[in-house]
């Protein structure tokens, strides 16, 4: 399901210059995703900078039939308070994770993952995306 469009995707509004971190595009869901990578903790500059690039991308980027963007923002940590707030009122898919500075192995992060995605959706064999994720961040 996922294809990789591009990492540091640089786009331009008044003649200043924007880089989302991470850009896929979901065939199967038919939206695109874009993470951003934080070094520390999220902070709500953080998420109001990914709901901007949610926005550029819903409007410029985004053609007819494609889903609304997904955005991913992973940092060392993230104040649940401080994120519940940032994000109150924000009618885009937003989502703040923390991340692990290493990939568990490829078993364990299979049943992570069989965990959150139903299996059966749309008869669709996750086991490939899992492997191309895994292969792209290992």
Same mark, same amino acid.
């Given at each position: 399901?996922?294809?990789?469009?591009?990492?540091?995707?640089?786009?331009?509004?008044?003649?200043?210059?924007?880089?989302?971190?991470?850009?896929?595009?979901?065939?199967?869901?038919?939206?695109?995703?874009?993470?951003?990578?934080?070094?520390?903790?999220?902070?709500?500059?953080?998420?109001?900078?990914?709901?901007?690039?949610?926005?550029?991308? %819903? $409007?410029?980027?985004?053609? #007819?039939?494609?889903?609304?963007?997904?955005?991913?923002? @992973? !940092?060392? =940590?993230?104040?649940?308070?401080?994120?519940?707030?940032?994000?109150?009122?924000?009618?885009?898919?937003?989502?703040?994770?923390?991340?692990?500075?290493?990939?568990?192995? %490829? $078993?364990?992060?299979?049943? #992570?993952?069989?965990?959150?995605?139903?299996?059966?959706? @749309? !008869?669709? =064999?996750?086991?490939?995306?899992?492997?191309?994720?895994?292969?792209?961040?290992?």
């Amino acid at each position: 399901g996922f294809a990789f469009i591009g990492k540091q995707y640089r786009f331009s509004i008044a003649g200043r210059q924007y880089y989302v971190d991470l850009v896929f595009y979901n065939v199967i869901l038919k939206c695109y995703c874009l993470i951003d990578l934080k070094r520390g903790t999220v902070q709500h500059e953080d998420v109001g900078q990914m709901n901007f690039y949610l926005n550029y991308f %819903r $409007k410029e980027v985004s053609t #007819e039939g494609d889903n609304e963007p997904i955005g991913i923002v @992973l !940092g060392a =940590n993230a104040d649940r308070l401080t994120m519940e707030y940032a994000t109150e009122g924000i009618s885009n898919q937003l989502f703040i994770s923390r991340y692990m500075l290493y990939l568990p192995d %490829r $078993k364990t992060l299979e049943r #992570e993952l069989y965990k959150v995605l139903d299996k059966k959706w @749309l !008869g669709y =064999n996750y086991l490939s995306s899992i492997t191309a994720i895994y292969a792209i961040f290992a």
